[in-house]
């Protein structure tokens, strides 16, 4: 069971951090993900921490976004910075035991959230 939170209203340059609660463990051995969703466009993979791999990012996020997540492996975090208009999306988080490989669409994930809005004016 994963809980998103955090989501808003923010102007352009602004900054928001999401997190995504878990309900059990979440250890080095698993995919903790990122997704956003814009009405009628494809879910998008913004965010991931991989196994012991380097957090991936989405080159629209890279340098802005950072994936974390706490000791006890309970939360993953996305710390957002100099937030854009085009960054307004639905934001999910997804969890996933790793067998060496990641699933790279929302719906292979096991463990899935209900999303958070994030909305940014100019």
């Known amino acids: 069971q994963l809980t998103e939170s955090g989501g808003g209203s923010v102007q352009a340059g602004g900054s928001l951090r999401l997190s995504c609660a878990a309900s059990?463990?979440?250890?080095?051995?698993?995919?903790m993900t990122w997704f956003r969703q814009v009405p009628g466009k494809e879910r998008e993979k913004v965010a991931s921490?991989?196994?012991?791999?380097?957090?991936f990012y989405a080159d629209s996020v890279t340098g802005r976004f950072v994936i974390s997540k706490d000791n006890q492996g309970m939360t993953l975090y996305l710390q957002m910075n100099d937030l854009q208009p085009e960054d307004t999306a639905m934001y999910y988080c997804?969890?996933?035991?790793?067998?060496?490989?990641?699933?790279?669409?929302?719906?292979?994930?096991?463990?899935r959230g209900q999303g958070t809005q994030v909305t940014v004016s100019s």
């Open positions: 997804a969890a996933e035991e790793y067998l060496g490989y990641c699933p790279r669409e929302f719906g292979g994930f096991t463990s």
């Open positions: 059990e463990y979440f250890g080095s051995r698993f995919c």
């Open positions: 921490l991989e196994g012991l791999s380097r957090p």
